[in-house]
C-alpha cells in the first residue's frame, strides 16, 4: 500500500533502482526546486501546503489504492504482453474503418514527433503558423474531393460529423418539419450516433430504405436527409432524384461519403449536396480500434456560417503578409455559450495533420491510382464469387463486395480469420472492404475462405457516367511539389519549426494543462498490436485491449471516486454531453420528465452550456461572487425557483477561477436536497489527483480530460479523450454501442461516439502514466502543480494582481492575472502582453477566460523552477516596457508590446520605431543563440473574417 506522507521528492529502496523513478522525471522541480517553491509559500513541505491550500472537506480520507510504481522499461513489458494479447488479423471489415498505409515519414516526423504532438490549438495563430497551414491543406483536400465550398479543421468522428450535420440543416432548413430521414444503408455507428443526439433535442430519425430512390422516400415533411455514398453495405447508388425532391420539400441533404471513393466517384458537391460529411481516417491513420481519426464536414457557402467546430482562414499580418488563424467562430462556445452551434471545443487536429500530409504526398495522381487499386481488387473479387455462384448484390460499389450465402455466413468469416483475416457478417452476408493495404495473397484467402478457388475472372471496370468523376481536384502546388520523401521531410519540418510547442518552451494554458507527454507513454500508440486493430474485430482477438481498457477504467475510478466509467467519449465535450445524458436518463427513469433545468455557473467552460442545451436541458446561469466563488445566495434563490424542475448543477472544481471553493459539499447538498444531480466538470483534476475524489466530496457525475491531466498530448488541438465517470445509481445510463456488447450497459444511452471503445489507440499514454506514477507519485505531481501555481502568483502579484484566491490566500492549480487596471490606465492589452510573449520565445496562458481582460496561468508539476523563473522574468520584464508606455516614455501604439510579434523580416527593413531592434526581439533573458522569431506579425482576424477564405490561397498570395 502506498504512504501518504509527501516530504518531497525522495524515496526509499536501493540506488541502483533510483535512475529508474519516472516520477523524478516527469515532474519537473527536483529537491532543490521544490524548496525554492516551498520556501516563497511559506510552507516546510507538500503535505503542509496541502492542508493550508486544499479545503479539510475535500480532502482524501484515504491514500490512492493503485499499483505502486513501475520503472519505464517495466510498464513497457507489460504492456507489450497486453498488447501480445490483441490479434489484429488482416482487416477487411470496413464499415467506415479502412486499414491503410500510414507513409513512414508521416508516421515518424508527425504522429511520433513531439513538435507536432505537443503543440495546443492554434489560438495564437502567429506561433502556430505551421499547423494551421497543414490544416489548411486538409481543409482544401476535404473541399475539393467533396465538390463543396468550405470545409472545417475537422470534426471527433464520422458519426459525430454527421450528428452536427442534422443540427446545422435543423438550424437552416426552411421547413419546420422535426423529422429528419436517413438512409438505411448508413454505417449503423453513425445511425446509433444519430439516435443519441436526436430525441433530447426533439428531431424525429425516420430511417427509410432508399435502395428504390425516389419512391421509397418517405411521404411528408421532413427537415432534412441523410444519404450515404456509398453505403454501409458498399451499394454506391444515384441520389440525384431523391435530393431534387428533398430540396423541392424545403429540406437539406448530408451525404455521408469517403474520401478515396470520391477521386472515382462524382462528388456529392455535383450531385446536389448541402453538406457532405465522413472520415478521413483511411488518408493514413491507423485504425486503432476505432480512433482517433478526423472526421470531416463540408458545406456551401451559405451554410459556412453555421459550421461546428474550428475553420482556419486565411487573412493578412500587420506587414500585410498572407497569414493563417482559426477564422468566425474560434473560440465559439466562450462567445455563445448556449446558444453555440455546437459543444466542439478539442477536435482532432494532429489526426487531420495526418491526413493532410497523406493527400500532400500522394496528390492527386498517386490518390487515384490507389482508388482505382481498390476499385480493380473489388470487381476481381466480385467477379471470382459470380464466377464461383455466389451471388454478389449490388451492381455498382467501390471498394465493398456484399456476398450472399445463406446460412453460411458465420462460416466463411470464420474459415477466413483462420487465414488472419478478419471480415464482416452481416445474416446471410458477408461484406469484403477492399483497402489500400489489400494485396493479392489476401484476396485468394479469401477466396478460399468462401471455398472457391482464386483464378483468372474477366471484370468490366464500367462506371455508368453519372458516377464516373470528371471534376478535378488538388490542384493547388502544395499536392504536387512533394514527391520525394526528401521533400516531404523537409516541408513537415519547415512547418513544424515556424510553432512554438511543448518542446520548445512551457504552454502556461490555464485550464488546459499542457503538461509532460513523456515519450515512453507514447511507445505503445503505433505498435501494430494497438494500431492495426478494427473497432468491430471479433472481440476475442481484442481482449488485450479490453484487459487495458479494464484497468484503465478501475484506475480512474478509484482516482475520482465513482462507481464506473466509459471511456468512449473522445474529448471532453462528448463526455459533458455523456454525463449530462446519464442525468436525464436517470431522472426519466423514475419518471421526472421534467426535471429539464441545468443550473451553470456564469464562470463555467463554454462547452458546459453548449452540452447541456445538446443534452435537452435548459440552462440558469448562477452569479459569482466578488470573490469568485459562486454566490450561495444566489444558488439558494435558484434552486428553490427551478425545484421541481431541476435536472442538475455542472461546476468545475477546483473551480475555472482556479479556486478549491470551501461551498461544494454545501452546494452539492442543496441540489441534492432538491432532487437535483451534481455534475463536476473534471477538467482541472490535475488539481486533485490523489489529494480529493469529486465522487466522494459531492459529485454524482464528472467527466476527465486525459489529454489534460493524464498526458495525451494535445495534438495541436486534439485528439483527446473524456471518460465520463459516474457513480453507482446513473451507471445504467452510461454510453453503449449497438456493435459491441462489453462498451457499456445495455440500458445506457446510447452512442456517443462513433467508435465503441472511443479513441482506444491512445489510452496505453494515459495507463503507462498510471502506472509508472504509482499512487504516492500522482500525488506528488498534483501537490507540486499546486505549489508552482502558487509560486507563480506569489511572485508576480506585485506586478499583476492575482484575481481571485481560497482561503489562506492560496489557489489551486492555476491563476489568473488581472489585467484590467494595466490595460486601464496604459492602453496595453492582454492582447499585447500575449503577443510580447512570442518575442520572449513564450506561448501565452490562456487568454479572456474565464474572465474577459485576464491571463490564466497553470505551470503544471512538469516545468521545473528554472523554466518558472524564466517565465516569471519575462512577465515581470513585460510589466517594466508596460511602466514605460504608462511612464508616456512610449506610446502604446508604437510601444514594442503593440509591435509584437516582430518578425526577423522587419528587423532587415526601414527601422523606425522609438525603441531598437535589440529591444524588440532581444528583450531581457532572450539569448540571440536561441531565439524563436515567428514567421509572421500580428494576425489581422476581422480582415479574414471579413473576406472568408478558408482553402488554400494561390501562390501568388504570397507574393
Ligand atoms: C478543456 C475543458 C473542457 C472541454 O474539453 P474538450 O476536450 O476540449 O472538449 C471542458 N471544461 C473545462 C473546464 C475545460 O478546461
Redesign the pocket.
Request: charged share 20%; hydrophobic share 45%.
Given at each position: 500500500m502506498s504512504t501518504s506522507s509527501v516530504p518531497g521528492p525522495s524515496h526509499s529502496g536501493p540506488v541502483a533502482e533510483r535512475s529508474a523513478v519516472f516520477a523524478d522525471r516527469h515532474i519537473g522541480p527536483d529537491a532543490g526546486g521544490l524548496d525554492t517553491l516551498l520556501r516563497v509559500l511559506g510552507q516546510p513541505d507538500l503535505d503542509a501546503l496541502e492542508k493550508a491550500a486544499v479545503p479539510a472537506a475535500v480532502r482524501n480520507d484515504r491514500p490512492l489504492e493503485l499499483p505502486e510504481a513501475a520503472s519505464e522499461a517495466a510498464t513497457l513489458t507489460e504492456l507489450r504482453a497486453i498488447a501480445a494479447r490483441n490479434r489484429p488479423a488482416v482487416s477487411m471489415i470496413g464499415l467506415g474503418y479502412h486499414d491503410t498505409i500510414t507513409p513512414g515519414v508521416i508516421q515518424r516526423n508527425v504522429l511520433e514527433s513531439p513538435a507536432w504532438y505537443t503543440a495546443y490549438?492554434p489560438y495564437q495563430p502567429e506561433i502556430s503558423q505551421g499547423r494551421l497551414e497543414a490544416l489548411l491543406n486538409f481543409q482544401t483536400a476535404v473541399t475539393d474531393l467533396t465538390g463543396l465550398d468550405i470545409a472545417n479543421a475537422s470534426m471527433l468522428d464520422e458519426g459525430t460529423a454527421a450528428a452536427e450535420a442534422m443540427t446545422l440543416i435543423k438550424r437552416t432548413a426552411r421547413s419546420k418539419s422535426s423529422r429528419f430521414v436517413v438512409d438505411a444503408d448508413t454505417l449503423p455507428q453513425t445511425l446509433a450516433v444519430l439516435r443519441t443526439r436526436a430525441e433530447p433535442v426533439g428531431i424525429e430519425l425516420v430511417v427509410a430504405d432508399l435502395s428504390n430512390g425516389l419512391e421509397s422516400l418517405p411521404v411528408g415533411d421532413f427537415f432534412g436527409l441523410l444519404l450515404s455514398y456509398p453505403g454501409a453495405s458498399g451499394a454506391v447508388r444515384d441520389h440525384r432524384q431523391v435530393i431534387a425532391a428533398a430540396h423541392e420539400r424545403e429540406a437539406k441533404v448530408v451525404v455521408a461519403t469517403d474520401l478515396l471513393a470520391l477521386t472515382l466517384l462524382t462528388p456529392p458537391g455535383e450531385v446536389g449536396a448541402d453538406v457532405a460529411v465522413g472520415s478521413a481516417q483511411r488518408f493514413g491513420v491507423p485504425l486503432g480500434f476505432g480512433g482517433p481519426h478526423a472526421g470531416f464536414i463540408a458545406v456551401r457557402s451559405e451554410l459556412q456560417r453555421q459550421l461546428p467546430g474550428r475553420l482556419v482562414g486565411v487573412s493578412k499580418d500587420s506587414h500585410g503578409t498572407t497569414a493563417f488563424r482559426l477564422a468566425l467562430q474560434t473560440r465559439e462556445q466562450h462567445i455563445r455559450r448556449e446558444k453555440a452551434t455546437s459543444?466542439?471545443?478539442?477536435a482532432q487536429v494532429l489526426l487531420a495533420v495526418m491526413a493532410s500530409m497523406y493527400a500532400v504526398y500522394h496528390g492527386p495522381d498517386g490518390l487515384k491510382r490507389i482508388a482505382e487499386r481498390v476499385r480493380k481488387h473489388a470487381l476481381w473479387l466480385a467477379s471470382t464469387l459470380q464466377h464461383g455462384g455466389i451471388a454478389v448484390e449490388h451492381e455498382l460499389f467501390f471498394d465493398t463486395v456484399r456476398a450472399a450465402v445463406p446460412g453460411r455466413a458465420r462460416e466463411v468469416v470464420a474459415a477466413a480469420r483462420e487465414r488472419g483475416i478478419h471480415l464482416w457478417a452481416d445474416g446471410d452476408h458477408v461484406q469484403i472492404s477492399i483497402s489500400e493495404a489489400t494485396t493479392g495473397e489476401h484476396l485468394a484467402a479469401v477466396v478460399e475462405s468462401f471455398g472457391l478457388q482464386a483464378g483468372f475472372a474477366a471484370y468490366a471496370p464500367l462506371m455508368p457516367q453519372w458516377a464516373e468523376r470528371t471534376s478535378e481536384y488538388l490542384t493547388h502546388p502544395v499536392f504536387h511539389a512533394h514527391r520525394s520523401e526528401t521533400s516531404m521531410l523537409r516541408y513537415l519540418r519547415r512547418l513544424s519549426d515556424s510553432d512554438l510547442a511543448l518542446d520548445r518552451t512551457m504552454i502556461p494554458l490555464g485550464?488546459?494543462?499542457m503538461k509532460l507527454n513523456a515519450t515512453t507513454e507514447m511507445a505503445a500508440v503505433t505498435w501494430p498490436e494497438f494500431a492495426g486493430l478494427h473497432p468491430f474485430a471479433p472481440i476475442e482477438d481484442a481482449a488485450g485491449y479490453l484487459e487495458l481498457i479494464d484497468q484503465l477504467s478501475s484506475w480512474l475510478c478509484e482516482v475520482t471516486g465513482y462507481a464506473a466509467v466509459s471511456l468512449q467519449p473522445n474529448?471532453?465535450?462528448?463526455?459533458?454531453l455523456a454525463g449530462l445524458l446519464a442525468i436525464r436518463g436517470y431522472h426519466r427513469s423514475r419518471g421526472d420528465e421534467g426535471r429539464t433545468v441545468c443550473l451553470i455557473p456564469a464562470s463555467?467552460?463554454g462547452?458546459?452550456a453548449a452540452s447541456a442545451v445538446m443534452a435537452g436541458m435548459s440552462v440558469v446561469v448562477v452569479k459569482t461572487a466578488t470573490t469568485g466563488d459562486i454566490d450561495m445566495a444566489d444558488l439558494r434563490a435558484k434552486v428553490e425557483q427551478h425545484a421541481d424542475r431541476l435536472a442538475a448543477i455542472m461546476i468545475?472544481y477546483p473551480s475555472?477561477h482556479g479556486v478549491f471553493e470551501e461551498t461544494v459539499t454545501e452546494l452539492s447538498d442543496l441540489v441534492h436536497a432538491a432532487g437535483g444531480q451534481v455534475y463536476v466538470?473534471g477538467?482541472?483534476l490535475n488539481a486533485l489527483v490523489g489529494v480529493g475524489r469529486p465522487g466522494v466530496f459531492g459529485g454524482d457525475v464528472s467527466?476527465l480530460?486525459l489529454?489534460?491531466t493524464f498526458c495525451i498530448p494535445h495534438g495541436g488541438g486534439?485528439p483527446?479523450v473524456?471518460p465520463v465517470a459516474v457513480a453507482a445509481h446513473l451507471a445504467p445510463f452510461l454510453p453503449n454501442h449497438p456493435m459491441v456488447a462489453q462498451a457499456g450497459p445495455e440500458t445506457g444511452i446510447g452512442a456517443i461516439a462513433a467508435a465503441p471503445f472511443g479513441s482506444a489507440s491512445i489510452l496505453p499514454i494515459s495507463w503507462a502514466y498510471i502506472r509508472m506514477m504509482g499512487p504516492d507519485g500522482l500525488r506528488r505531481a498534483t501537490l507540486t502543480a499546486i505549489a508552482s501555481a502558487n509560486y507563480i502568483a506569489r511572485r508576480l502579484q506585485e506586478h499583476y494582481p492575482v484575481l481571485y484566491t481560497g482561503a489562506g490566500g492560496y489557489v489551486a492549480h492555476e491563476c489568473i492575472l488581472d489585467l484590467r487596471p494595466i490595460t486601464a490606465a496604459t492602453g496595453v492589452t492582454v492582447d499585447d502582453v500575449a503577443k510580447r510573449l512570442a518575442d520572449y520565445g513564450f506561448h501565452a496562458p490562456t487568454m479572456s477566460f474565464p474572465v474577459a481582460g485576464t491571463l490564466m496561468v497553470e505551470p503544471t508539476e512538469s516545468e521545473d523552477v528554472a523554466e518558472i523563473d524564466r517565465f516569471i522574468d519575462a512577465m515581470i520584464a513585460i510589466k517594466g516596457e508596460i511602466d514605460r508606455v504608462a511612464a508616456g516614455e512610449w506610446d502604446v501604439a508604437d510601444s514594442p508590446l503593440r509591435g509584437a510579434p516582430h518578425t526577423a523580416a522587419e528587423l532587415a527593413a526601414d527601422w523606425e520605431r522609438p525603441y531598437s531592434r535589440t529591444e524588440a526581439v532581444f528583450p531581457a533573458g532572450v539569448s540571440p543563440a536561441h531565439k524563436y522569431f515567428p514567421p509572421v506579425g500580428r494576425i489581422d482576424g476581422a480582415y479574414g473574417d471579413r473576406n472568408l477564405m478558408c482553402s488554400c490561397p494561390s501562390p501568388e498570395a504570397y507574393a
Amino acid at each position: 500500500m502506498s504512504t501518504s506522507s509527501v516530504p518531497g521528492p525522495s524515496h526509499s529502496g536501493p540506488v541502483a533502482e533510483r535512475s529508474a523513478v519516472f516520477a523524478d522525471r516527469h515532474i519537473g522541480p527536483d529537491a532543490g526546486g521544490l524548496d525554492t517553491l516551498l520556501r516563497v509559500l511559506g510552507q516546510p513541505d507538500l503535505d503542509a501546503l496541502e492542508k493550508a491550500a486544499v479545503p479539510a472537506a475535500v480532502r482524501n480520507d484515504r491514500p490512492l489504492e493503485l499499483p505502486e510504481a513501475a520503472s519505464e522499461a517495466a510498464t513497457l513489458t507489460e504492456l507489450r504482453a497486453i498488447a501480445a494479447r490483441n490479434r489484429p488479423a488482416v482487416s477487411m471489415i470496413g464499415l467506415g474503418y479502412h486499414d491503410t498505409i500510414t507513409p513512414g515519414v508521416i508516421q515518424r516526423n508527425v504522429l511520433e514527433s513531439p513538435a507536432w504532438y505537443t503543440a495546443y490549438t492554434p489560438y495564437q495563430p502567429e506561433i502556430s503558423q505551421g499547423r494551421l497551414e497543414a490544416l489548411l491543406n486538409f481543409q482544401t483536400a476535404v473541399t475539393d474531393l467533396t465538390g463543396l465550398d468550405i470545409a472545417n479543421a475537422s470534426m471527433l468522428d464520422e458519426g459525430t460529423a454527421a450528428a452536427e450535420a442534422m443540427t446545422l440543416i435543423k438550424r437552416t432548413a426552411r421547413s419546420k418539419s422535426s423529422r429528419f430521414v436517413v438512409d438505411a444503408d448508413t454505417l449503423p455507428q453513425t445511425l446509433a450516433v444519430l439516435r443519441t443526439r436526436a430525441e433530447p433535442v426533439g428531431i424525429e430519425l425516420v430511417v427509410a430504405d432508399l435502395s428504390n430512390g425516389l419512391e421509397s422516400l418517405p411521404v411528408g415533411d421532413f427537415f432534412g436527409l441523410l444519404l450515404s455514398y456509398p453505403g454501409a453495405s458498399g451499394a454506391v447508388r444515384d441520389h440525384r432524384q431523391v435530393i431534387a425532391a428533398a430540396h423541392e420539400r424545403e429540406a437539406k441533404v448530408v451525404v455521408a461519403t469517403d474520401l478515396l471513393a470520391l477521386t472515382l466517384l462524382t462528388p456529392p458537391g455535383e450531385v446536389g449536396a448541402d453538406v457532405a460529411v465522413g472520415s478521413a481516417q483511411r488518408f493514413g491513420v491507423p485504425l486503432g480500434f476505432g480512433g482517433p481519426h478526423a472526421g470531416f464536414i463540408a458545406v456551401r457557402s451559405e451554410l459556412q456560417r453555421q459550421l461546428p467546430g474550428r475553420l482556419v482562414g486565411v487573412s493578412k499580418d500587420s506587414h500585410g503578409t498572407t497569414a493563417f488563424r482559426l477564422a468566425l467562430q474560434t473560440r465559439e462556445q466562450h462567445i455563445r455559450r448556449e446558444k453555440a452551434t455546437s459543444n466542439i471545443c478539442t477536435a482532432q487536429v494532429l489526426l487531420a495533420v495526418m491526413a493532410s500530409m497523406y493527400a500532400v504526398y500522394h496528390g492527386p495522381d498517386g490518390l487515384k491510382r490507389i482508388a482505382e487499386r481498390v476499385r480493380k481488387h473489388a470487381l476481381w473479387l466480385a467477379s471470382t464469387l459470380q464466377h464461383g455462384g455466389i451471388a454478389v448484390e449490388h451492381e455498382l460499389f467501390f471498394d465493398t463486395v456484399r456476398a450472399a450465402v445463406p446460412g453460411r455466413a458465420r462460416e466463411v468469416v470464420a474459415a477466413a480469420r483462420e487465414r488472419g483475416i478478419h471480415l464482416w457478417a452481416d445474416g446471410d452476408h458477408v461484406q469484403i472492404s477492399i483497402s489500400e493495404a489489400t494485396t493479392g495473397e489476401h484476396l485468394a484467402a479469401v477466396v478460399e475462405s468462401f471455398g472457391l478457388q482464386a483464378g483468372f475472372a474477366a471484370y468490366a471496370p464500367l462506371m455508368p457516367q453519372w458516377a464516373e468523376r470528371t471534376s478535378e481536384y488538388l490542384t493547388h502546388p502544395v499536392f504536387h511539389a512533394h514527391r520525394s520523401e526528401t521533400s516531404m521531410l523537409r516541408y513537415l519540418r519547415r512547418l513544424s519549426d515556424s510553432d512554438l510547442a511543448l518542446d520548445r518552451t512551457m504552454i502556461p494554458l490555464g485550464s488546459c494543462t499542457m503538461k509532460l507527454n513523456a515519450t515512453t507513454e507514447m511507445a505503445a500508440v503505433t505498435w501494430p498490436e494497438f494500431a492495426g486493430l478494427h473497432p468491430f474485430a471479433p472481440i476475442e482477438d481484442a481482449a488485450g485491449y479490453l484487459e487495458l481498457i479494464d484497468q484503465l477504467s478501475s484506475w480512474l475510478c478509484e482516482v475520482t471516486g465513482y462507481a464506473a466509467v466509459s471511456l468512449q467519449p473522445n474529448a471532453g465535450s462528448q463526455g459533458e454531453l455523456a454525463g449530462l445524458l446519464a442525468i436525464r436518463g436517470y431522472h426519466r427513469s423514475r419518471g421526472d420528465e421534467g426535471r429539464t433545468v441545468c443550473l451553470i455557473p456564469a464562470s463555467a467552460h463554454g462547452t458546459n452550456a453548449a452540452s447541456a442545451v445538446m443534452a435537452g436541458m435548459s440552462v440558469v446561469v448562477v452569479k459569482t461572487a466578488t470573490t469568485g466563488d459562486i454566490d450561495m445566495a444566489d444558488l439558494r434563490a435558484k434552486v428553490e425557483q427551478h425545484a421541481d424542475r431541476l435536472a442538475a448543477i455542472m461546476i468545475t472544481y477546483p473551480s475555472t477561477h482556479g479556486v478549491f471553493e470551501e461551498t461544494v459539499t454545501e452546494l452539492s447538498d442543496l441540489v441534492h436536497a432538491a432532487g437535483g444531480q451534481v455534475y463536476v466538470d473534471g477538467a482541472n483534476l490535475n488539481a486533485l489527483v490523489g489529494v480529493g475524489r469529486p465522487g466522494v466530496f459531492g459529485g454524482d457525475v464528472s467527466h476527465l480530460n486525459l489529454h489534460k491531466t493524464f498526458c495525451i498530448p494535445h495534438g495541436g488541438g486534439g485528439p483527446g479523450v473524456g471518460p465520463v465517470a459516474v457513480a453507482a445509481h446513473l451507471a445504467p445510463f452510461l454510453p453503449n454501442h449497438p456493435m459491441v456488447a462489453q462498451a457499456g450497459p445495455e440500458t445506457g444511452i446510447g452512442a456517443i461516439a462513433a467508435a465503441p471503445f472511443g479513441s482506444a489507440s491512445i489510452l496505453p499514454i494515459s495507463w503507462a502514466y498510471i502506472r509508472m506514477m504509482g499512487p504516492d507519485g500522482l500525488r506528488r505531481a498534483t501537490l507540486t502543480a499546486i505549489a508552482s501555481a502558487n509560486y507563480i502568483a506569489r511572485r508576480l502579484q506585485e506586478h499583476y494582481p492575482v484575481l481571485y484566491t481560497g482561503a489562506g490566500g492560496y489557489v489551486a492549480h492555476e491563476c489568473i492575472l488581472d489585467l484590467r487596471p494595466i490595460t486601464a490606465a496604459t492602453g496595453v492589452t492582454v492582447d499585447d502582453v500575449a503577443k510580447r510573449l512570442a518575442d520572449y520565445g513564450f506561448h501565452a496562458p490562456t487568454m479572456s477566460f474565464p474572465v474577459a481582460g485576464t491571463l490564466m496561468v497553470e505551470p503544471t508539476e512538469s516545468e521545473d523552477v528554472a523554466e518558472i523563473d524564466r517565465f516569471i522574468d519575462a512577465m515581470i520584464a513585460i510589466k517594466g516596457e508596460i511602466d514605460r508606455v504608462a511612464a508616456g516614455e512610449w506610446d502604446v501604439a508604437d510601444s514594442p508590446l503593440r509591435g509584437a510579434p516582430h518578425t526577423a523580416a522587419e528587423l532587415a527593413a526601414d527601422w523606425e520605431r522609438p525603441y531598437s531592434r535589440t529591444e524588440a526581439v532581444f528583450p531581457a533573458g532572450v539569448s540571440p543563440a536561441h531565439k524563436y522569431f515567428p514567421p509572421v506579425g500580428r494576425i489581422d482576424g476581422a480582415y479574414g473574417d471579413r473576406n472568408l477564405m478558408c482553402s488554400c490561397p494561390s501562390p501568388e498570395a504570397y507574393a
